[in-house]
Structures are given as structure tokens and as C-alpha cells.
């Protein structure tokens, strides 16, 4: 770190990752400025913020100068930032230091990093490990995303204080990264799309998310979900221990001795790695079938390390899910809360919604979108419902759109939706705030929306 002290230093993009890396830096008596694209008005929350850090920084919003690239001794750019961007580009030329949030990151860690890779699910497989490792009486860190920047680590006693560094990691993350060598690469799968800002084809996509496996040694693991990747032929013929998970039977496959790994087999998770384990799932909180192929991925990486079965079986009990994503919040008599506030597009609630086998009662709704035909989902919302109730700008045309429908609420107030959803349960019903729709009528965001969900939950 002692290579910083005293620098002139470049922030590009002023989100929460920003002002981490301002906190960074200035423990190291560093002159910041700061960079954005956006406006000056459309920064004013953190402007304000800005100007109360001591000492102060520099600004510069609504354009990136190319002197203020070459002015600086070294560049940190945050996660939404294009690595290709011009001045990024000018600053290298010139002999600056460039790193991403994340690549300065993975420069100053010294601890073992389990790097979560893949299209989907990258956030839940990261928490579970995380939860597991410390249930296992590890210290961990969990993050690599704008919500906790891998840089985080770094700032909390230098990273001396933990055991192992959890990392979800993005193509676009892994785009001009270099050595990074994490000990453990998890692999979930690979989605059909692509952010077309940052990469040209497909097949660029694929071969940067893939090259993260090249750095794997023989003593190094990679965990790979089998249903989603089994014919990869590069990730066959990586150069490392690989162990597998499926939510189908090995045995059923006809693969049981040809692999290692965690499968799905009599209503039991099945791991033969080091030992053999199996783990029951009766008692499993999350719900859905991508949370249950993501619990496969953490047992398997678990198992890898050593885990003990005491602490993975724990795991699949104890864990309550992402914070706003099929969050499992508690069960007061005999009825169970889960938080899904993140679901803002009515696909998301209606996958949520076919997640659950208890019957459900739905809170519903948000700002309005006269674009969008609510007839649409009508169906799917009746019949994997047995209550709903709705709230928001958007819920009287959502109402006409669920016709006849007897058990249908409207009330005019998100508190009142909480009131009105418990006084219609009963015992074996889950209570479900999955909106289908933005959070900006009433709240700044879904986190917030989320949040106060919770709190009305604990205070019935």
C-alpha cells in the first residue's frame, strides 16, 4: 500500500464504490479528484457528500478532461466505468497506473479469494459461502460488487483480519484484469446475452469470462454446474482439481463414477468430495429452483475446503436468502415473510411467485407504467395466489386487469398492505412482498421499500 502514499490520484465514477476508494486514499495522504460523466445536476446528493470530506477534493462532473487523466500519478476506475474508455486508455500510454476498483483490489489482497463467476446467481453463491465459512468459525469477506467493493477488505485493518476474501466476478470486471489468480473459481453458468457497451461479440464475452480459469494451477479448484456446462470443453480440460453439482442424479446420469462433485439424489443433497456427505433439505428456507442449484454450487465449494458437514447442514437451514431477493424474514404464527422488493418487472414476481409451494399471499404493486398490460400476467397472479393485495400508483389499473378476482385488496397505504395481508392469513401461508413494479412512488428505492417492509414485519 506504502506505493500510493502521498500520490495524486484519479477516481473515476462517483457512485459508492467512489467514495471507498476516497476513504482508501486518503488514509494514505493522497491528493483525490474525482471524476463523472453525468452532470453536475444530476450529482447533488453527492456533491454535498463530497464537500464535507476533509481534506477536500477536486471535481470535475459532466465531462472526463484528458488533463486530469495526465495530471494524476494513478487511476482507479469504478465498476460501471468502460475499461476501453478513451482517457483510460491515454492515461496507460502515458505510463500512469490504472487499476480497476476491483483489480486494486486483488493487488493488495494477500489472503485466499474464491472467485464466483457466471452470468446468474453470483450474489447468493457468494453470501452462502461466506455464511458457511463463518458458521465454520472463519473470518470472512464477502463483496466485489458496488454494494461492498473488494477495495473494502483492504480498508478494514488492511484485510489482516480475515481468512478468506468471497468475490463475485463479472466479464466486465475480469476485462483487462491481470493477476489475479483466485484459489478457487466457482462457475454457475453462462448466459445467452451480453452488455454490448463493453464487448464486440459474443464470443469476446465468453472468452473473457472463461479466462479467468487459465490462472487455476493443479493445487487450485474449480466448482462447475454439470446441467449448464458439462460439454465445455475448456472448462474439461482445465488444468486444475474440478469437482461438479446438479440438481439431477448423478446416479440417474450414469456419471456417478466418471465425476466428483454434489448432485440432488432421494430428496437428499449427495457429496462425495474428500467424504462422502449427504445433507437434508427438508428444512431448507430459501425457496426456488435457481436458489436450490446455488445452494448446490456453496455446498460443493464448501466441501472443497473442508467445511464440516455440521456447518454446510446449517447452511441449508439457517440461511434467510439476499437481502430484497426471496429474503426469508421470520414466521410468526405459523405464517412466513419473505421480502422480494427487488422484483420491480412483473416476470420477476411471477417467477417468484412460482417458487413457493404454500399458498401465497401477494403484496403488490408500485409506480405506475401505463405501457405495460398488466392482462398479461393476470392469470399467472390468480392462480399462484390465493390473496392479493395491491398498493401504489399502479394499483387500481392492475386491479381491472385481475377482473372478477374475490380475493383481491386494494388499500391505500404500503402499512395498511402489511396489516391487511397478515389479518388474511393462516397457519402454512407465506406472506410475499413481490411489487412487479419501481419503488419511486412512494420510496427512493427498492432497498428502502425492502427495508421498511421488514420493519413493519417485526413490529406486528
Known amino acids: 500500500m506504502e506505493r500510493f502514499r ?8 462517483i457512485g459508492r464504490t467512489g467514495f471507498t476508494l476516497i476513504n482508501f486514499f486518503n488514509r494514505l495522504d493522497c491528493s483525490i479528484r474525482v471524476t463523472d460523466i453525468k452532470p453536475i445536476f444530476d450529482l447533488n446528493k453527492a456533491i454535498k457528500k463530497l464537500k464535507k470530506i476533509t481534506p477536500t477534493v477536486e471535481m470535475t462532473f459532466g465531462e472526463h478532461r484528458d488533463e486530469d487523466f495526465l495530471d494524476a500519478d494513478v487511476v482507479v476506475y469504478s465498476k460501471a466505468v468502460n475499461p476501453d474508455l478513451p482517457q483510460l486508455e491515454l492515461a496507460r500510454r502515458n505510463g ?55 477495495i473494502e477488505m483492504i480498508n478494514q485493518n488492511n484485510g489482516e483480519d480475515y481468512d478468506y476474501a468471497v468475490v ?27 452488455p454490448m457497451t463493453h464487448f464486440n461479440s459474443m464470443g469476446e464475452y465468453i472468452e473473457t469470462k472463461l479466462g479467468v480459469i487459465k490462472s487455476l494451477s493443479p493445487n487450485d479448484v474449480l466448482i462447475v454446474n454439470f446441467d ?45 468430495i474428500n467424504y462422502h456427505s449427504d445433507f437434508v433439505v427438508s428444512k431448507m428456507r430459501i ?27 446449517l447452511l441449508i437451514e439457517k440461511f434467510p436468502g439476499i437481502p430484497h431477493r426471496l429474503e426469508f424474514l421470520l414466521e410468526k404464527n405459523g405464517v412466513a415473510f419473505y421480502n422480494d422488493s427487488k422484483a420491480e418487472t412483473m416476470e420477476n414476481m411471477i417467477e417468484s411467485l412460482k417458487a413457493f409451494k404454500k ?9 405506475d407504467n401505463e405501457e405495460l398490460n398488466f392482462e398479461t400476467y393476470a392469470e399467472d397472479m390468480i392462480n399462484n395466489s390465493r390473496v392479493l393485495v395491491l398498493v401504489g400508483e399502479c394499483k387500481e389499473r392492475l386491479n381491472r386487469s385481475l377482473g372478477e378476482h374475490g380475493q383481491t385488496f386494494i388499500v391505500g397505504s404500503f402499512e395498511e398492505s402489511v ?32 427495508n421498511y417492509y421488514k420493519k413493519l414485519v417485526y413490529q406486528l
Open 168 to 194: 463475485e466476478v463479472s466479464a466486465v470486471q475480469l476485462k483487462r484484469l491481470t493477476n489475479f489468480h483466485p484459489t478457487m473459481v466457482v462457475f454457475t453458468n453462462i448466459g445467452e446475452k451480453y
Open 96 to 150: 500512469k497506473m490504472v487499476y480497476s476498483e476491483f483489480g486494486l483490489g486483488n493487488l493488495l489482497c494477500k489472503k485466499p479469494i474464491i472467485a464466483v463467476c457466471g452470468s446468474y446467481g453470483r450474489t447468493t453463491v457468494s453470501h452462502m459461502i461466506g455464511f458457511c465459512l463463518q458458521l465454520d468459525g472463519k473470518k470472512v469477506f464477502v463483496g466485489g460488487t458496488s454494494e461492498n467493493p473488494f
Open 228 to 272: 449448464q456446462l458439462a460439454n465445455n470443453s475448456f472448462i474439461r480440460n482445465a488444468n486444475c482439481a474440478k469437482y461438479w453439482y446438479s440438481r439431477r442424479s448423478f446416479v440417474d446420469l450414469g456419471v456417478m463414477d466418471e465425476i466428483q462433485g454434489t448432485h440432488f439424489h432421494n430428496r437428499r443433497i449427495n457429496s462425495n
Open 359 to 367: 399458498p401465497i399471499i401477494l403484496i403488490a404493486g408500485g409506480k
Open 287 to 313: 425457496v426456488g429452483q435457481n436458489n436450490r442449484e446455488n445452494l448446490l454450487a456453496a455446498v460443493t465449494a464448501c466441501k472443497a475446503i473442508n467445511v464440516s458437514d455440521k456447518s454446510i447442514q
Open 6 to 13: 502521498g500520490k495524486k490520484v484519479l477516481i473515476v465514477g
Open 419 to 450: 396489516l391487511l395481508a397478515y389479518q388474511k392469513s393462516r397457519t402454512g401461508d407465506v406472506i410475499l412482498l413481490s411489487p412487479g413494479n419501481p419503488s419511486t412512488d412512494f420510496f427512493r428505492d427498492y432497498e428502502e421499500r425492502g
